[in-house]
T-cell receptor, first 112, second 117 residues
């Protein structure tokens, strides 16, 4: 069975500062993918960043980067230079190709 | 590419009536579609997985007679909430996966807010 755990229900960050959202997961599969999704108040799920498990290099998308620790089964998201538009629910997700498994989410507040 | 639409975006219905939600893949053929339910400030809960032309596979605890899912074409899946009750009020999200994309990818619709009065 696959599980995804987000231990931070809420986080806040000052505008222009950096924040890290935590995620741990568990799977017995060797081939899997990890994602961070953002869900703003509109509730549209938006893909933030994607990481293939077989890649050692951490994924980066502009101000968003991950720290993928495969042995520790950890997948944290770092948001640099936080902007007001980053305020949203963030979900960590795992897929082995069949279905997605989501964490419980972290609500991020950006303080002006 | 990879756009998924949902219709309606918001629906209000009376208790006891049925309501249908459509999920469409606009620019790709969706071999598999997923239906999720989301309560306020909670995560997405997978309700069912449907493959085109096949019966949907429901997650444990989801009433298949209440939540009817049809995936009749490669671009359309529908979720019908039958005999809706106030406890069915929720936010429903569909997602789709296609042959042209990696099996790891799902593309999400914008969701449908259902309110049952």
């Amino acid at each position: 069975a696959q599980t995804v755990t987000q231990s931070q229900p809420e986080m806040s960050v000052q505008e222009a500062e950096t924040v890290t959202l935590s995620c741990t997961y568990d799977t017995s599969e060797s081939d899997y993918y990890l994602f961070w999704y953002k869900q703003p108040p509109s509730r549209q799920m938006i893909l933030v960043i994607r990481q293939e498990a077989y890649k050692q290099q951490n994924a980066t998308e502009n101000r968003f980067s991950v720290n993928f620790q495969k042995a520790a089964k950890s997948f944290s998201l770092k948001i640099s230079d936080s902007q007001l538009g980053d305020a949203a629910m963030y979900f960590c997700a795992l897929t082995t190709g069949n279905q997605f498994y989501f964490g419980t989410g972290t609500s991020l507040t950006v303080i002006p | 590419g990879a756009v998924v639409s949902q219709h309606p975006s918001w629906v209000i219905c009376k208790s006891g009536t049925s309501v249908k939600i459509e999920c469409r893949s606009l620019d790709f053929q969706a071999t598999t579609m997923f239906w999720y339910r989301q309560f306020p400030k909670q995560s997405l809960m997978l309700m069912a997985t449907s493959n085109e032309g096949s019966k949907a596979t429901y997650e444990q605890g989801v009433e298949k007679d209440k939540f009817l899912i049809n995936h009749a074409s490669l671009t359309l899946s529908t979720l019908t909430v039958t005999s809706a009750h106030p406890e069915d009020s929720s936010f429903y999200i569909c997602s789709a996966r296609g042959l042209d994309y990696p099996s790891s990818e799902q593309y999400f619709g914008p969701g449908t807010r259902l309110t049952v009065t």
